[in-house]
Structure formats: C-alpha cells, structure tokens
C-alpha cells in the first residue's frame, strides 16, 4: 500500500483542456513536494507547499495543500503537448521523503 | 556543476551476481538518497544518508547495502542480483532532509 495515493493514474487530453490531479494521504506531512519527469531523466521540482491551505501558482499550474496537510492537488489550466509527463506527489516526514505512483499526463496536439 | 551523476546507465546482470551502482554530487548537499522505480510503483525509497557516517533504511531495504563514503559519493551494493531487483534507480541529494531532492538520470538494470 502507498503512503501516497496518486489518482488518476493516466489521464490524456486535448491540448487547451483544464485538468486536476490529486495526492491524498492518511498521513500528515511536514512539506509536500511536486515533481515533474521526463522519459529517461530523473525527477525535477515544481513546487514545496508548507502550510495548510497554501495555494501556489507557476504559470499555468496551481498547487494546493489540504487544511490539515495530507494531501495535495496541481491544476493545470489550458494543458499544452509540453506539459506532458509524469507527475509525483513527494510528501516529507521524519528523515525521509516518499513518493506517490504518480499521475502519468498525455496532453495531444 | 554537473549535479548528481550516477554510473552505470544500463546494467545486465545475471542471478546471484553482485554490483555497486555510484553516485556523487557536487553540490555540497548533506543528505543522498537512492530510490527505485517500478511501473505503477512510483518512487520507492531504498537507503537515504541524512549526513555524512550515517546510513539508514527506507521501504525497500532487503537485498542491498549502501556506503557513504564521503561527502560526496554514496553507492548502492546489490550482493546476489536477483530478478525481482530490475529495475531503474534513481540517486538523489538534497541540502538537508526535507529538502529540495536533486536526481541524477537513472541506472536501467536488469537481471536476468
């Protein structure tokens, strides 16, 4: 069982369409992190959220933290090809940082 | 600043051989990291090093060993490759736990 649920799993869409991934958890984290990858490359960062309720944008994308920080949702607004990749929800507790499976986003021309 | 680089990229390895993948980062970052990652599985942390001399276990810690050597370097050691270890690992570092991970591209292996 994952620490982390990531749903949906895939999801493919048109280019300009809006979409919502979720990370959700039992467990309360000190931080969450979002990372995007690429086939044949490691993880890179988006975004930390640190506080409960914190909202961030960059750009097109904008990423939420649950009231009571366990989980998380990044909203993508007008998708573009570009976008496309696999998105982790990392969440931070005791030393260590776990992953969620990830939301795996196709976005077509 | 090449960041964390990993070595090898791809590995064969037949049942009961044994190999070390290696991991450095030039960031001067305090803490390392190496995860695999599985098909539906995510990320699925093996080992981490919170600081330089000490190592401790993550999910996944059977079948491997880990050294930090120096501040620098931080190697896994798969002593009897088995199959269900096929799989990509992932070496990371960050400035301090909870911390931002930086990643190196990955180590493709596959015992047969």
């Known amino acids: 069982t994952q620490l982390l649920e990531q749903s949906p799993q895939f999801l493919s869409i048109q280019e300009g369409e809006n979409l919502t991934v979720y990370c959700n958890s039992s467990s309360v984290f000190s931080s969450l992190q979002w990372y995007r990858q690429e086939p044949g490359e490691g993880p890179v960062l988006l975004v930390t959220?640190?506080?409960?309720?914190e909202v961030k944008k960059l750009k097109r994308l904008t990423f939420q933290f649950g009231d009571a920080r366990k989980d998380s949702s990044l909203h993508i607004t007008a998708a573009q090809p570009g976008d496309t990749g696999l998105y982790l929800c990392a969440g931070a507790r005791n030393n260590d940082m776990r992953f969620g499976a990830g939301t795996r986003l196709t976005v077509k021309p | 600043n090449a960041g964390v680089t990993q070595t090898p990229k791809f590995q064969v390895l037949k049942t009961g051989q044994s190999m070390t993948l290696q991991c450095a980062q030039d960031?001067?970052?305090?803490?390392m990291y190496w995860y695999r990652q599985d098909p539906g599985m995510g990320l699925r942390l093996i080992y981490y090093s919170a600081s330089e001399g000490t190592t401790d276990k993550g999910e996944v810690p059977n079948g491997y060993n880990v050294s930090r050597l120096n501040k620098r370097e931080f190697s896994l050691r798969l002593e009897s490759a088995a199959p269900s270890q096929t799989s990509v690992y992932f070496c990371?570092?960050?400035?301090?736990?909870?911390?931002?991970?930086?990643f190196g591209s990955g180590t493709q292996l596959s015992v047969l």
């Open positions: 960031m001067n970052h305090n803490s």
């Open positions: 990371a570092s960050s400035v301090g736990h909870e911390e931002k991970l930086f």
């Open positions: 959220v640190v506080t409960g309720g």
